[in-house]
């Protein structure tokens, strides 16, 4: 009996190998693709969260203490007016926040936290990203 001839390394089968690196390079362009979907997605969110925390504090602001302002006196809001208009809009909006009043009751300043729920980053476990927003507004009385 005879063997068959050694192969040199530069001979060998490489069956198996190409089609290894191609489910290798398709997982990685999945993955490319899953973080500019699901990154812009975020961004949305978080422009959202900024748009909506704003409104909201608009809204507080329009709970002013009418009665000391229409007598001439200092305007102010009225901190329990001002929190149930912020929530109202947040509600309204599907959006959980918090509204926080300053002490000179002339700043609102509203918190909102939105939750995006992934497309393609749910494949490797990450399934919501969370996007928070910020805003202040200013009473400016005339």
Known sequence: MTRPPRLSRFERNDDGRIA????VLAFA???MIGLSVDGGGKIR???RADNVASEAARAAVQGILAPQAIEGGDKVVDPAAAVAAAQNYLA????????DIAPD????TVTVTITYTTLFLGLIGINSLT???HATTVLVAT
């Open 45 to 47: 969110a978080m422009q």
């Open 131 to 133: 996007a928070t927003g």
């Open 92 to 99: 309204a909006a599907g959006v959980t926040g918090v509204v």
């Open 29 to 31: 362009v999945l993955l």
């Open 20 to 23: 290894l690196l191609a489910l």
């Open 105 to 108: 009751r002339k700043h609102v």
